[in-house]
């Protein structure tokens, strides 16, 4: 019962619609996410593609079923995106209109959302509202996404504004990224981006750092100085969508951890929650969720030529030893 030794939420990844993953279907799966987290992500549902296909149709069958299934099991749940580049549908990126009418098209998008789950249920607590606007390369390169080129430079501050008027008070406001744990640069230009907002008062609860991250990137103490940076600013920290890839030292392909490595992995996902657990207080933890249930769902083998054994329970739903280094940490 990982989350019970935890006075932070802790959360998972999870498919839901037609996935054959889908939490909605999948009886290990239940089991295991009813007996160890507290909070779920949805890991696509909730992405702009499947929610809001069309500019004047929303679609929210799936997510509502995947949202009962929390309501009933006592799990809240983190959403999970409103503005990004990536898994947008079709009529977004070809929107064509003035910027007036793509700042009137983001305001509804993010209002009709947010407001849908607000409205109908009590336990979303959190949004990643922007995700993945820098580029790696640092400075203060923003991606050009079309949100930026239609809505304007300010469209991360007009999305926190439109998300927190629907959202209310209560409910903890997210930017999302991946690699500053491990990018100096990256991270300098999102606590830029934090310093305007917090001197225009725009609503920012907190900074997701996604920790796609590896056995050997980034080390400790890096990781450690990115999160004081975020505490520093009066922000909340959560590792929204955490897992370990193999080292790049290791090329050969193997179908499964040798018992030395999955000792391995379980020391890093100690050493690693231990590192958050030190960096950030208790009053600035928004939480640590894994981004998957099995090795089976992860994405981290969707895309590669070789296996990746990520999250803390193997393909056949027996937990690793990593799920032991995580609550040990705790
Ligand atoms: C990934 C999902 O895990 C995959 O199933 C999907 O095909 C692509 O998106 N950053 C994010 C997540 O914010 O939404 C991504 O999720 C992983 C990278």
């Known amino acids: 019962h990982l989350h019970s030794l935890a006075d932070m939420p802790i959360g998972v990844a999870v498919e839901a619609g037609g996935a054959i993953n889908s939490i909605l279907t999948s009886t290990p799966r239940q089991a295991i996410v009813e007996a160890h987290f507290d909070t779920v992500t949805p890991e696509n549902i909730m992405k702009p593609f499947l929610l809001h296909p069309q500019q004047e149709t929303y679609d929210f069958a799936n997510a509502d079923a995947l949202m009962d299934y929390t309501v009933a099991q006592g799990l809240v749940v983190h959403g999970h995106v409103l503005i990004w580049h990536a898994q947008q ?5 070809n929107f064509a209109g003035t910027q007036a009418d793509w700042q009137a098209m983001m305001d509804d998008h993010i209002a009709t959302i947010v407001e849908h789950f607000a409205q109908n249920y009590d336990n979303v607590v959190s949004w990643d509202v ?22 304007g430079d300010d469209y991360i501050a007009r999305a926190f504004t439109s998300a927190r008027s629907a959202a209310g008070a209560n409910v903890d406001l997210y930017y999302n990224d991946y690699g500053m744990e491990n ?25 997701g750092f996604q920790m796609h991250v590896n056995m050997d990137y980034p080390d400790v103490g890096t990781f450690k100085q990115a999160l004081a940076k975020v505490v520093s600013r009066g922000l909340k920290v959560k590792l929204t969508e955490m897992d370990v890839a193999r080292s790049t030292l290791d090329t ?4 499964q951890l040798t018992p030395e ?17 030190e960096a950030v207080p208790a009053a600035s933890r928004g939480g640590i969720t894994v981004w998957g249930i099995t090795d089976a769902d992860s994405w981290l083998n969707r895309n590669t030529s070789r296996l990746e054994f990520g999250v803390l ?11 032991q280094g995580f609550a040990d940490a705790l």
Request: negative net charge; charged residues 20%.
């Open 183 to 207: 990018n100096g640069s990256k991270l300098n230009s999102i606590l830029a981006m934090v310093d305007e907002l917090q001197a225009n008062s725009v609503p920012i609860d907190g900074i």
């Open 313 to 323: 329970f193997n393909s056949d739903f027996t937990p690793k030893p990593a799920l």
């Open 252 to 255: 050969d392909r193997i179908s």
């Open 261 to 277: 490595m999955q000792i391995a992995l379980a020391d890093r996902y100690q050493a690693l929650v231990s590192a958050y657990l």
């Open 89 to 93: 549908p079709d009529w977004i990126n």
């Open 130 to 151: 922007v995700n993945e606007a820098f580029l790696d390369g640092g400075g203060s390169q923003l991606r050009d996404s079309v949100w930026r080129l239609g809505v």
